[in-house]
């Protein structure tokens, strides 16, 4: 069921999912997700979210929190409250003044590949 800003899929607020999670066309996180999640599309990370996941999707919209590496094929922006501990690595990223990352940022387009598979970033983070 498609609501009027078109999300294909929701995990609410008081939900924990862990697993590998694949999807096209916008989907939207507010609970608790532990996992890889790969996507042709939108991810939309809302406030009480909490995502301990390594994410390659098209496009990432964040008020949350992410633990983990992103790369996104077009856009990644960050919102206030949102907070990213990782790296992040897109043509485009947008950092809201109250947003937070702890991480390195590359913007760089992703080259694709047939097969979409996630981009671990190196750090020197110990």
């Not at 939900?15 to 890889?36: A, M, P, Q, S, V």
């Not at 809302?46 to 301990?52: N, R, V």
């Not at 485009?92 to 080259?111: L, M, N, S």
Request: charged share 30%; net charge negative; aromatic share 4%.
């Amino acid at each position: 069921m498609r609501d009027k800003d078109g999300i294909n899929a929701y995990l609410g607020r008081d939900t924990e999912f862990e697993g590998h999670l694949k999807f096209y066309g916008k989907i939207r996180i507010d609970g608790h997700f532990k996992g890889e999640i790969l996507g042709e599309g939108t991810l939309a990370v809302g406030e009480s979210a909490t995502l301990e996941s390594d994410i390659h999707v098209s496009c990432v919209l964040n008020n949350g929190q992410i633990l983990g590496n992103i790369v996104a094929d077009q856009k990644v922006e960050l919102r206030a409250p949102g907070k990213v501990l990782g790296d992040i690595q897109a043509p485009a990223i947008v950092i809201h003044e109250g947003a937070t990352i702890d991480g390195h940022c590359r913007t760089q387009a992703v080259k694709k590949t047939d097969e979409r598979k996630l981009t671990v970033v190196a750090s020197d983070r110990s």
